[in-house]
């Protein structure tokens, strides 16, 4: 019996211009395959509306399936990516 396909993830990274460990979350998703959406909060308005909503203030919160991760912490990322 073959393994069901996982659905695919609704994964959202929150960023701005200069943020080194924003650039390596958004290498991180593409190097393994993560399809993610990309918000510049510097220029988006809305974007850094919806940041302060979910409760942070700083760059990159990732946000997987309505899963807040604050800061790019590559093993809890997957954790959320897997589950």
């Known amino acids: 019996m073959a393994d069901k ?3 695919a993830k609704k994964i959202v990274v929150y960023h701005q211009p200069g943020c080194a460990p924003c650039h390596r979350a958004m290498e991180f998703l593409t190097k393994n395959g993560f399809a993610y959406e990309s918000k510049d909060v510097a ?11 979910i409760g ?5 919160t990732i ?7 604050v800061g790019f912490q590559p093993q809890r990322l997957l954790e959320l990516l897997k589950a």
């Open 56 to 60: 942070s203030m700083s760059t990159p």
């Open 5 to 7: 396909p996982t659905p």
């Open 43 to 53: 220029v988006d308005e809305k974007a850094a509306e919806e940041l302060m909503q």
């Open 63 to 69: 946000v997987v399936d309505g899963k807040v991760l």
